[in-house]
């Protein structure tokens, strides 16, 4: 009989536990924002804040209008805290060989086949350095919502 108050204690004691976690994972502020290119919506871009004390990153991709919201693993925002902030544009798949041209016993043929159709693509990062390889963007996170907008210049 003296074990059921125990087990019952240590049952309590669990499921105060969990309750806690939530979720898992550090506390999130959502995050939202335009980004824009010399004053111009920036479609197709990826957005992603790494916190400075370290952790998970979150991130998001601008729509035709150049907005985003960030995403943390499954949750909705970014980890509360100071960020390193990455803008890079997300590369389209163009096919720059039109494979009906092309006799299907040519060397060549096999080539854009083993390349996806997408060889000799080269691609130009219209975004500066300064925001991505080299991003010198810092944000701040808050807890609730955040309106972050980056207005990022080629000069």
Request: aromatic content about 4%; hydrophobic content about 30%; proline content about 7%.
């Given at each position: 009989?003296?074990?059921?108050p125990l ?5 309590i004691v669990?499921s105060?536990?969990?309750a ?10 959502t995050v939202?924002g ?8 920036s479609p197709?871009?990826a957005?992603?804040f790494?916190p400075?004390e370290?952790g998970g990153s ?6 035709a209008?150049g ?16 960020h390193?902030?990455a ?5 389209q ?5 039109d494979?009906?041209?092309i006799p299907?016993?040519?060397p060549?043929?096999a080539k ?6 997408n060889?000799?693509v080269q ?5 500066p350095e300064?925001?991505n ?6 944000e701040e996170?808050?807890?609730?919502k955040?309106v972050?907008?980056?207005e990022?210049?080629t000069?």
């Amino acid at each position: 009989m003296k074990c059921k108050p125990l087990f019952g204690a240590a049952l309590i004691v669990a499921s105060v536990a969990l309750a806690g976690c939530g979720d898992g994972g550090p506390p999130l502020g959502t995050v939202t924002g335009q980004v824009t290119l010399d004053g111009k919506p920036s479609p197709n871009v990826a957005v992603t804040f790494m916190p400075v004390e370290g952790g998970g990153s979150a991130s998001g991709i601008t729509d035709a209008n150049g907005n985003y919201e960030l995403n943390h693993t499954t949750r909705k925002g970014a980890p509360i805290g100071k960020h390193k902030v990455a803008v890079t544009t997300v590369q389209q798949s163009q096919s720059t060989v039109d494979m009906s041209q092309i006799p299907s016993d040519s060397p060549e043929y096999a080539k854009a086949m083993a390349e996806g159709g997408n060889y000799n693509v080269q691609f130009t990062e219209p975004i500066p350095e300064k925001y991505n390889k080299k991003t010198e963007l810092e944000e701040e996170v808050k807890s609730g919502k955040n309106v972050i907008n980056l207005e990022l210049k080629t000069s």
